[in-house]
């Protein structure tokens, strides 16, 4: 059974991108990715990882503020709390979910992906439109999401982990 740790995005605005770029937006709701697909056994040792990584943490927010290309995909990055979020990226890909990095990525940035374009093309048309608009797009994280994967990738069960207020 596959897994996956990630913060859920509530923003109209980048909601309405991926509406128009990611042929995904109905399948996958907007989010940063904390820890890519995993399969862990163990589901008491992964709550209790869990639970270890985010005792500290409270509520906070994210400003996303530079688009950018990434291979085949146009992704948003995260700009005012990036630290917070690289530094939980970290201590989650540790202990019992060390090994399961994207190793498709020799350095991890939190982001969202705004789309994936079969066309340079029409990714870098995309990208000009992004940065002409310029982008400032806050959101607040009050939750970490731990997914049940389908076969597919789309989420088969999600549970909520509140942070503190």
């Known amino acids: 059974m596959k897994q996956t740790i990630f913060i859920p995005i509530k923003n109209p605005r980048i909601d309405a991108l991926r509406k128009k ?46 688009f950018r290309k990434s291979s085949n995909y146009l992704v948003l990055d995260a700009g005012k709390n990036q630290r917070i979020l690289l530094e939980l990226y970290k201590k989650l890909n540790s202990g019992i979910l060390a090994g399961f990095e994207n190793k498709d990525i020799s350095i991890y940035l939190p982001h969202v992906t705004i789309g994936k374009f079969n066309l340079n093309e029409d990714l870098m048309m995309a990208l000009g439109e992004m940065r002409s608009r310029g982008s400032n797009f806050k959101v607040l994280v009050n939750k970490i999401i731990l997914a049940t994967l389908n076969e597919d990738g789309s989420v088969k069960k999600v549970e909520d982990i509140p942070l503190k207020a």
Not at 24 to 47: A, C, G, M, S
């Open 21 to 66: 770029y990611d042929t995904n937006f109905k399948k996958i709701q907007t989010h940063v990715t904390l820890v890519y697909p995993f399969e862990v056994r163990d589901q008491i040792q992964l709550k209790q990882h869990l639970d270890y990584c985010l005792k500290e943490l409270v509520s906070f927010e994210i400003v996303f503020e530079n």
